[in-house]
């Protein structure tokens, strides 16, 4: 008497699909919210350690965006006053880096050709965000491999 199983090699294959597009689904999560962190800190620091932006468009150039194997799949630019020139700036440099790029990529910038400039002044335009970045994605991988053992 022999055993039988109650399965297809399509049943395996179904479930080994759905538990990699859930943690497909947890990377990006964590992408984004990590993305978010770093763009919100950007755009939050006070006035003594950051710039005044005048037309809007260096906090508009501020954002982030999500790329798989080069291919945009999220975006997140906020006009700030009149902006919109810095909206179109930090999309464009986003885009830039991102389609050369494989894997799952998650590109933070401050877009206008200035920021560096500010930055070289002493004012925080996007190394506060870069170290917000260093000290919270190891913490967030840990958490994230705790959710997929969850996910078996």
Do not use: W
Not at 46 to 69: C, E, I, K, V
Not at 101 to 123: D, F, I, P, Q, W
């Amino acid at each position: 008497m022999g055993i039988k199983a109650n399965f297809s090699m399509n049943d395996i294959r179904a479930k080994a699909n759905r538990f990699v597009q859930a943690v497909d689904a947890e990377m990006i999560d964590t992408l984004k919210y990590l993305g978010e962190m770093c763009v919100k800190h950007a755009k939050e620091v006070p006035m003594g350690s950051g710039y005044q932006d005048q037309t809007g468009n260096l906090r508009s150039s501020t954002g982030y965006a999500l790329f798989r194997n080069g291919a945009l799949i999220f975006d997140s630019y906020e006009q700030v006053n009149q902006g919109a020139e810095g909206v179109r700036v930090g999309k464009e440099l986003a885009n830039s880096i991102g389609k050369n790029k494989r894997g799952l990529v998650l590109v933070v910038t401050a877009g206008m050709n200035y920021a560096s400039c500010v930055e070289a002044r002493g004012k925080d335009v996007l190394a506060g965000a870069e170290n917000v970045a260093k000290q919270e994605l190891p913490r967030m991988l840990e958490e994230l491999k705790g959710d997929i053992g969850g996910l078996q």
